[in-house]
């Protein structure tokens, strides 16, 4: 049961079909998903540049019906930003240096797989990161123009101090000190705006600022305007940048209300009120600054994220009128193993976070440890109550090159996942800049967890409903495959099939499932439902078992079960590499009937001549095509496409992915023959939809 990647979206030049199909072949090998195109002259190439979204072209260099220059000359004149590649047979010193100074920013050996592959990821990467770098340097244009007129408009006091002097200042900051204009603070060092009884203590900050340090929060300060006159005020600070420089973003405020008071207000708007921990807010702030400091090469900043295991079941045994004081004691029983160096927060209901600061891998580790070993074993006092939990802690070392929000949160998600996936009071921590042995650690419990749940039944399917349009008769539902969590909880594939798939347990999972499949079928036919189920299954799992289809054709048999309700999907990209073993799969399986689908139709160069090849029953319009249906013209196009060529050849044509009502109406007008999509009814552990 195969997963894939994004799309990378090709335009193949090619003399022959056959040769950007073994290209595309390859790619796909490499674990590559690729959308590919192919122009058969100028004009089409011109259209295809001209309509279509293109990531990178590849262009054989002695093709002859789109000549090279051709198509270099064709990119240049899009004015988009493609990678192009110059597809060679053998490589000299000659042929690269040609394929460069004509056009091409890297060359792709056709006979040499892992070389193809490799230059063709990295050159995506590149045009990514291209086409994110211009958006940003956009997006960063507007935001600051934005911030300058914000600023402007402000009646907060605020400067911008660039190696300790002023090079912006608002009109609120100016009429704070007494001003007239900026020119007469321009180039003025803030220390001379600070009273001599505090002067020190700012210059010694300000030298500290310098050597890298991060800034103070806030500081209360004594203050002096252009008379003289001194004031109490609260500094805040913010790195910044201003035209392109590094610099330091300063606030003042007037101490309006007296410390006490303000440290009380401080903690109201920065603290969660139920476990005095930092709130989602102001921790996510905190988490920012980790984050910039490991942008801007201050390393040793880690993210862990705390749980407790089994959290739902630690309810329902207190009862819900005790999940507040339950909180309240992990929050302080957490505390307790932190330090200066750590801000703790809560993120949502039950989940807390920690940022660690001048942690290394070994540090952040030693501290996840000191959290779960702090309520391993031990006994935790809920009020007149006593229990006993545990917690798993996923985590993730914050480096350059994973500096971003969003990817540390995910990371850090994933190995807290994956921790109590493999059953809880267990610490994952994700470095990318190190592989140790906690990694394969980790490998291994998985690959058991696997195992284990092989031999013992802890797999599952959930059922998802593909409804007939014309009304035939019957239910058919998509299998989709499930892990149980030793609470209860079900995980889902994208947690554990990956990983399964690189261990090699791809085609024994497989094999779980139809065998299952043709059990449920058995069970619904004696129930009195005509059932119809179905099944994806990697061609992997064909190409590494060749008595596969006699297995599934005996248990059919065994099961009394009609053939043609179980439908096996196919990758359709992937089938190609495996088009053998599937061809003598396929006549095996036509002895009892059971039928072939192939998933992700239209992904590849010419779908429907792959149909020569594998004489599928069901073709399944790829994702794709069905995403804002309603209002893309051209995807309306292709499905109908798809659906009519498809009744031409006897197909049945299903689409799937289907999630809105807009979408079903084009459907219903396109002719296809079933849909499915959470639109209709999510995937579920019970087969109960009406199909009336």
């Not at 043709?518 to 994806?536: F, H, N, P």
Request: glycine share 8%; aromatic share 6%.
């Amino acid at each position: 049961m195969p997963t894939h990647d994004a799309v990378l979206r090709l335009l193949l030049v090619d003399d022959r079909i056959e040769d950007a199909e073994q290209l595309t072949s390859l790619l796909r090998n490499g674990g590559m998903a690729v959308r590919p195109q192919r122009p058969d002259g100028v004009d089409e190439l011109r259209q295809l540049l001209a309509t279509q979204a293109i990531d990178l072209v590849l262009a054989s260099i002695s093709a002859r019906s789109l000549p090279f220059d051709v198509v270099v000359r064709e990119v240049q004149a899009s004015g988009k930003d493609l990678g192009l590649l110059a597809v060679i047979e053998q490589l000299d010193d000659d042929v690269l240096l040609d394929a460069l100074k004509r056009g091409a920013r890297d060359v792709v050996l056709r006979g040499q797989p892992i070389q193809a592959q490799l230059i063709v990821r990295a050159e995506a990467e590149f045009v990514r990161t291209r086409r994110a770098v211009r958006s940003l340097e956009a997006l960063l244009r507007e935001t600051e123009r934005r911030c300058d007129a914000l600023i402007n408009s402000s009646r907060d006091p605020i400067a911008y101090i660039h190696e300790g002097m002023h090079i912006r200042a608002n009109e609120a900051y100016l009429e704070m000190f007494g001003y007239a204009s900026f020119e007469d603070i321009e180039g003025l060092s803030a220390l001379d705006l600070i009273a001599p009884s505090h002067a020190a203590g700012f210059k010694d900050l300000l030298k500290r600022l310098s050597k890298g340090e991060a800034p103070p929060p806030q500081l209360e300060i004594k203050a002096v305007d252009a008379s003289g006159a001194e004031f109490d005020a609260l500094m805040e600070f913010t790195p910044a940048s201003y035209e392109g420089e590094a610099c330091l973003q300063i606030v003042f405020r007037p101490q309006l209300v007296d410390a006490s008071m303000a440290a009380e207000l401080d903690a109201l708007r920065h603290r969660d009120p139920l476990t005095g921990l930092a709130n989602r807010a102001h921790f996510m702030s905190e988490l920012e600054r980790a984050v910039a400091a490991a942008a801007g090469g201050r390393h040793h900043q880690a993210l862990l994220l705390v749980e407790p295991d089994n959290y739902d079941a630690l309810i329902g045994g207190i009862g819900l009128a005790q999940a507040d004081d339950l909180l309240k004691a992990l929050c302080a029983r957490l505390e307790g193993v932190l330090d200066g160096t750590t801000i703790a927060g809560r993120l949502s209901d039950h989940r807390f976070a920690v940022v660690c600061r001048l942690h290394d891998h070994k540090a952040t580790l030693a501290r996840a440890e000191a959290i779960r070993a702090a309520f391993h074993g031990r006994i935790l006092e809920i009020g007149d109550r006593s229990l006993t939990l545990t917690v798993s802690v996923g985590g993730v070392q914050i480096g350059e090159r994973n500096a971003q929000i969003d990817p540390v949160l995910s990371r850090a998600e994933s190995s807290l996942q994956s921790a109590m996936g493999v059953g809880g009071d267990r610490v994952e921590i994700h470095d990318p800049s190190a592989r140790d042995r906690a990694e394969e650690e980790r490998i291994q419990a998985w690959v058991q967890r696997l195992r284990d749940a092989l031999d013992s039944n802890g797999f599952t399917l959930h059922y998802q409903p593909i409804v007939s349009l014309s009304g035939e008769p019957g239910e058919t539902y998509e299998a989709y495959l499930r892990l149980k969590g030793n609470g209860g909880e079900i995980i889902m594939p994208s947690t554990f099939l990956p990983l399964a798939q690189e261990q090699g347990l791809g085609p024994v999972i497989d094999r779980w499932v139809i065998h299952r499949a043709v059990a449920v079928i058995a069970e619904r036919q004696a129930a009195g439902k005509d059932t119809t189920l179905y099944v994806k299954l990697g061609p992997e799992s064909i190409s590494a078992n060749d008595q596969l289809g006699r297995e599934i054709v005996d248990a059919v048999r065994a099961a009394g079960i009609p053939g043609g309700r179980l439908v096996l999907e196919l990758h359709e990209p992937s089938v190609f590499t495996h088009l053998k073993a599937i061809q003598g799969f396929a006549q095996t399986l036509r002895t009892a009937g059971v039928r072939l689908a192939l998933e992700h139709f239209g992904t590849g160069l010419n779908s429907f001549q792959l149909l020569q090849h594998i004489d599928a029953d069901v073709i399944k319009v790829d994702r794709s095509y069905i995403t804002d249906l309603a209002h893309n013209p051209d995807n309306q196009a292709k499905v109908r496409e798809f659906a009519g060529r498809a009744r031409e050849l006897g197909k049945t044509c299903v689409v799937h992915y289907v999630q809105d009502a807009a979408s079903m109406t084009v459907l219903f007008g396109i002719g296809v023959d079933y849909v499915e999509g959470d639109f209709l009814a999510a995937a579920g552990p019970a087969m109960n939809y009406d199909f009336g």
